[in-house]
């Protein structure tokens, strides 16, 4: 093969190689997979933010705030589909990628890698260009007829910030009430 | 119900112990009664020379406890230096199970830590103790009996913003591709 050749050939696989299928763990729960799955496509990745009543209940107990944080709250279809756009205007290019996914009963857990990157302006520093992150997360869920009504998340939002800069405000906050 | 009644009732809810968390395990009770193991003499109890009950000679591990995802192989000798700076650390350090899933060789555990550093290793050095209260989600693969890879992930931005710890923010480079 010549160079060029091989130049080529790294091309196509750095550019254009799909990602290994996740290892799942789903068996007798395979309607909540392809429930999730199509989240993890349609909400995650492509950001069709309108199609979030499809898949969140009219209220859904929410144990992540998506910023960090304790506590519990109750979010609407609206309040995800508001969350997806606004990551669709800062973080275009954010894809999440499922590596495991367990099954049991109404439960789907998934452990996932997240990349993206910020526009230099929005940084500490404001550094030029777009920076890029790259962290792992654990999420899960309950189904209640096809559709999530309890979340829970955790992300490493702490190497998110070392790797980005982000301006984010580290000063002490009070400790969360009990719930 | 008069003040002392009322307090006496507010020390006991206070003392109470933790709800039981919500298993998902039929069918995979070894594996639970072994997290479950885990999460009392290790999470809790910090006896960390039984850590090679638990773990395999080697395994792999997706979570450096600190933030950062790179995949690495531990082995319990690097989990008791964990669990005994952990005890000298964080003496009143808690994890309570809130929900587990268990499904094959896998077990996840939707958790919640809570605990105190003393003020003078921390930021501004405030008098006293500073207590934190955060969520973490972990998941294990079991192989005989034994750990052989885990991930996690902790609301470490919440504790550090809860009790101020001494981190460094800086900047730091992309994890190299796997």
Redesign the interface.
Known sequence: MTMLTTGLALLMLAGTAPEPAPET??KGNEANLATYLQMSKFLFNERQAERAPEFYAPEVIN??NDG???GTSKVKPADMTGLWKYLQMIEPDRRIIDN?I????D?V?A?V?VTGSRDGKSL??KPEGRR?????????YRFKDGKVVER????????Q?????LP?????????PED | MTMLTAGLALLMAAAAPPAAPEI??KGHEDNLATYQAISKILFNDRDASRAGEFYADEFIS??SDL???EKMVSNPANMTRMWNKSLEEDPNRELIDN?I????D?V?A?V?LQGDRAGETL??KPEGR??????????YRFKDGKVIER????????I?????LP?????????PED
């Open positions: 763990h789903c144990h992540n960090g944080g304790f495991v367990i099954c049991n009963g439960l857990a452990q890698t500490v520093g890029r992150y790259k962290v792992s997360a654990m999420d899960m829970w998340g955790n992300v490493d939002y702490f190497s910030i070392r790797q980005m800069g984010v405000d580290i000063s002490p906050t009070p400790l969360p | 998902h395990c997706h979570n933030g950062g995802s929900l899933i268990c499904k094959d896998f996840i939707q919640t930021k501004g500073q207590r934190f209260r955060a969520s973490a989600i972990d998941m991930w996690g992930n902790a609301d470490l931005v919440a550090i913003r809860q009790i101020g981190v460094d923010m800086t900047i730091k480079p992309l994890p």
